[in-house]
């Protein structure tokens, strides 16, 4: 700097001194001595001109003018507070939103795994054109798989035990881990007992992933044997909440399932589960899995040595030496081999299951079950061997991390009884899990983008959310650019002059750049701070909901602060062009001359109609419709999907869920159980009736059973909803019956018998609603027909299959949105199951009394997923309710924006034509013609405004139709609606400037300037 | 003038007009007006320079190494800047008088191809 001041002063110097020199030889040409300095002034050109190029040779020029320009342009901001603070806050409720938004796609949707060096992580995922021909698969949708029966290419990634074990033998990573489910756990040791979810995980898990212990130490290879000792870890989180974070957990031990564990560890802080959105309570090593499950039905003996049994994730981190695609073709390759030439393990022929089905599947040997959760049913074929292993999972969609249930589908997909081969049939001919043609094959995926979690369940309303505050930001850019026009307007004189003393209009340009980059810079750190509370207020909204600790931490990281810094150098650039533009660009003489440049009038405005300031207020006018027609389709839809019928009577019951197997109830003891359960909870004072179902209604938790229907082709089959109900169902939930009976005693005893593996000959008697028999039965009598029966054969006994007791209303099943199909209500015999109470008052009252009367029967019992059906509705609903709310608010925000745009042109306009206001008014205009005028004027603009946006939302709404229920994505009534609300609140900002413009008056504003 | 015209006339001679300095610089050192001067002189009134615009022009010469300031003392004692070739600004001047000749011919033998044919 100093080198430059002197080299500055040095160059004047030198001017001077040409100048002189050229002034002495034109006085020697013979011109006068001012004649002559003039000449040699003319002569020389610009000197301001010249020492600014000099300069500009020399330096980081740039970078000084830059700070010229930052100095400048805060005087001048300073110097015009009220025009500050009114961009920086729009300014800043734009970039806010934007940032708000992204900061929680990236905490959903971008984040890295939460372990060391996430890009080294792979996920193994099988492929092959038909499915493998197994007898189990359980996923805990970790990774986005297809395994629809009957689906082509099918894929997946859970894997057997033994092929895990064969890619640790491989040796092809650095580490290799598996992880699988396991499943609902009662926890008991401390404190009163309750319902947690754990994992198990391989022994070198944690290793693989680099994790650390928050204290003590994690499960390493030798926990994971047969031989060593129970040992579970604990989260962090869990830690805190659930033992208070006291460092004396070490070495205690708790029960989980009646097995005893010792508490080795708790995880680091930020880890919860390596699935994005997963959140585990406790791990605990692979070996141990068969422990916790003596009483189920997953033969856990074989799933160990079993290669038909799949359900093992797989996660390995990639060797140095051993690049990605050469660890994927030995694994490919060792996966093939064994699919080729590995052999099917045999079933149990004829042997019962260690425990009943915990899903409590229908009656009938030949059905084959599916289990739905959120989305497509995926099925299976079970043939009639006793090898059933169901799970019903009650509540939760699928990849949804409440409660991160497993999904078990059992029985060879893709066997059918005219197709494939049945289970049984394999004991004399061991064939193959798949054939050459098939190509079954495993890729290896990266970690980060294969393991989606629940990703997939938050990415589209995020991204409609995205769209909406993108809009708003558009909105208040333009409202900006408005207010920079204006106050350009007012600074035409400053422009001119700094035209006029040698700037370069590109300078100028720069200049006004740098002030509107300075003021989004502003903007944009407001609204950080805007967006930090905004994005907690939705992230607190949403764990509300769950029932679990959603999984996700919203941090403001480099990539939300990268993103804040990018958006608010467009946007002061994008507000900032025409403003600049246009001051660089003034007629110097003229403004030099006059105090203002009296631009046209409102007569000869007429023809400038389309100005750029009036753009922008269409603009902002249109944009604000789009997001309020968007906000009032979401809205209607969330109304229409509270007022679907239900068909039943959802209000004062109270719902809980409860395992008695998982604390080692067998048998008939489960049943016995839930009857002499739902007896008491009936007497209990404040319950009207009590009953239990496998799975609550309206919990996204759905099964539908396939059965043969007599009269269609033998290989045919016909399918329906399935859900077993204790008695007193109907009557507690108010379904009313249209024909026939409810379940009785002896009904439960059939259908418990023809569960077993000596079916007795009476058919299991059901119940089914109109829209079966509508489908199957037609216009005959339903009550006592027949369907289902399957003879006896070389796969098992006979089976008496179902008989049609009872016809009830429709009601939905597991959503509010899938319409009501053919339906089955069975007698629900053994699996968990979910309690229905009515209740007389609030149900949330009589909680605590509940707890007692099933304290009563056994203090081991947890209740859990405890609500109201109200409560469970709204969760359901909790996406659409998210949504709604989020879009109204935007909508408003827009709607805000715009009007503060229109009032903002306006009162320029009326300020601006103030002497014209009061000519008219002096040569006899009316008040009231003033008025008229103004609001013409701004009720055109909002007018144009409304239809353009009208135009644009036809185009895009279509967008939503995903999201939208029972409503059109171009509704007109809602595109209506919205349109008189804008205008009606567009009328009311031009009010303000059209009263203020008739209160001109005439004599002060002829004298105005 | 008008600031479009001056823009132009000074975006054709910058090029040209380094080269000019060069060359009066081969004569020996001179200060700002004198070189001035002599390119109007030399170019006999044609090339009519804004003077201004010698200085940045003398200021880039100095950044890229070719010639170098020293102060001095001129002919009626007043104390003046005066500019002198450095060896690195004679090479580049046989060099750009070099591309100079060869653009020239390249232009002349489009204009008038008659005449030079005439010529050979």
Known sequence: MRRDKRMMEELDADIREHIARETQDNIERGMSPEEARYAAMRKFGNVTRV????????????????????????????????????????????????????????????????????????????????????????????????????????????????????????????????????????????????????????GD????????????????????????????????????????????????????????????????????????????????????????????????????????????????????????????????????????????????????????????????????????????????GLGKSPGREQQGATGGPMPQSAGNKPIILSGP?????????????RATEPKTLSSAEDNPEITLVPAQSGLSGSRTRYSDPLYVLMLAVGIILLIACANVAGLMLARSAARQKEMAVRLALGAGRARVVRQLLTESVMLSALGGSLGILLAYWGAHAILSFVSSNQPRPLGFAMDIDFRVLGFTIAISLITGILFGMAPAFRSARVDLTPTLKEGEGISAGWARGAGKWVSTSNAL???????????????????RTLQNLRNVDVGFDSHNILIFGIDPTLIGYKGAQVDSFYRDLQGRLAETPGVKSASYSMMPLLSNGLMVTSFHWPGTPQDQDSEADDLGVGPNFFETLHIPFLMGRSFNASDFEVAASNRGDQPS????????????????????????????????????????????????????????????????????????????????????????????????????????????????????????????????????????????????????????????????????????????????????????????????????????????????????????????????????????????????????????? | MSTKEQRERIELLQGTLDLLILRTLLRGPAHGHAIAKAIEFNSEDVLQVEQGSLYPALHRLIKRGWISAEEGTSENNRRAKFYGLTPKGRRQLALETHKWDKLAGAIARILRPSELEGES
């Open chain 1, 761 to 1009: 000959s009476a058919p299991t008697p059901v119940i089914v609603n109109q829209a079966f028999v509508e489908k199957y039965v037609g216009k005959e009598n339903p009550l006592g027909k027949h369907f289902g029966e399957t003879a006896a054969d070389a796969n098992g006994p006979a089976n008496p299959g179902c008989e049609i007791i009872g016809v009830v209303r429709d009601a939905k099943y597991n959503s509010l949105r899938r319409e009501i199909h053919a339906m089955m209500y069975t007698p629900q015999s053994m699996g968990g199951a979910t309690f229905e109470l009515r209740t007389a008052a609030d149900p949330q009252a009589i909680l605590p009394a509940i707890r007692e009367v099933v304290a009563q029967v056994n203090t081991n019992l947890p209740l859990f997923n405890v609500a109201t059906e109200s409560e469970q509705i709204d969760r359901l609903l909790f996406q659409e309710r998210l949504v709604a709310r989020l879009a109204s608010f935007f909508g408003l925000l827009a709607l805000v924006l715009a009007c503060v745009g229109l009032y903002g042109l306006l009162s320029y306009e009326v300020a601006r034509r103030t002497r014209e206001i009061g000519i008219r008014m002096a040569l006899g205009g009316r008040a009231k013609d003033v008025l008229r005028l103004v609001l013409n004027q701004g009720i055109a603009l909002a007018v144009v405004g409304a239809v353009a946006g009208t135009g644009v939302a036809l185009g895009v709404m279509r967008y939503l139709s995903s999201m939208l229920y029972d409503v059109h994505a171009n509704d007109p009534l809602t595109m209506i609606a919205v349109a008189l609300l804008l205008i009606l609140v567009a009328f009311a900002a031009c009010f303000i400037p059209a009263r203020r413009a008739m209160r001109v008056d005439p004599m002060v504003a002829l004298r105005h300037e």
């Open chain 1, 413 to 425: 997909p893709g066997a059918t009884p005219a197709g494939g081969p049945h289970p049984t049939e």
């Open chain 1, 205 to 380: 898990f944690f290793r693989t992933m680099g994790l650390k212990a928050a204290i003590g130490r994690l499960i390493d290879a030798n926990d994971d044997t047969p031989a060593a000792g129970a040992v579970t870890v604990l989260n962090f989180g869990y830690w805190q909440s659930a033992f208070g974070g006291s460092r004396d957990v070490i070495g205690r031990t708790i029960e989980l399932n009646s097995v005893a564990f010792t508490i080795i560890g708790v995880t680091e802080q930020r880890f919860t589960g390596i699935s994005p959105g997963s959140d585990y309570d406790v791990w605990l090593p692979l070996a141990d899995g068969q422990r916790i499950n003596t009483s189920g039905p997953f033969r856990w003996n074989d799933r160990q040595a079993d290669v038909s049994y799949w359900w093992l994730t797989i996660i390995g981190r990639v060797k140095p030496g051993i690049p990605a695609p050469q660890a994927q073709a030995v694994i490919s390759g060792l996966f093939r081999n064994e699919m080729l030439h590995g052999s099917v393990p045999l079933f149990h022929g004829g042997e019962p299951m260690g425990g009943p089905p915990r899903g409590g599947g229908p009656a009938g040997g030949g059905a084959r079950q599916e289990m739905v959760f959120g989305g497509a049913p995926m099925r299976f």
């Open chain 1, 51 to 202: 020492k600014e190029e000099t300069r500009e040779v020399w330096s980081f020029l740039w970078l000084e003018q830059l700070w010229q320009d930052i100095r400048y342009g805060l005087r001048m901001l300073v110097k015009s507070p009220g025009f500050a603070v009114v961009a920086i806050l729009t300014l800043a409720l734009g970039i806010g939103a934007n940032t708000a938004i992204f900061s929680l796609i990236d905490a959903v949707l971008l984040r890295s795994l939460p372990v060391e060096k996430p890009a080294q992580l792979v996920l193994l995922k099988w492929s092959a054109r038909k499915p493998p021909i197994i007898h189990g698969y359980q996923s805990a949708g970790d990774c986005a798989s297809d395994l629809r029966f009957g689906a082509s290419n099918p894929s997946g990634c859970s894997f057997s035990e033994p092929i895990f074990r064969k890619v640790v033998q491989a040796n092809v990573f650095s580490g290799a881990a598996a992880f699988a489910n396991a499943g609902r756990l009662n926890l008991s040791g401390n404190g009163p007992a309750t319902i947690i979810n754990g994992q198990l995980v391989s």
């Open chain 1, 617 to 635: 207020v269409v603009a902002q006018v249109a944009l604000a419709m789009v997001v309020l027609v968007g906000a009032g389709l979401l809205v």
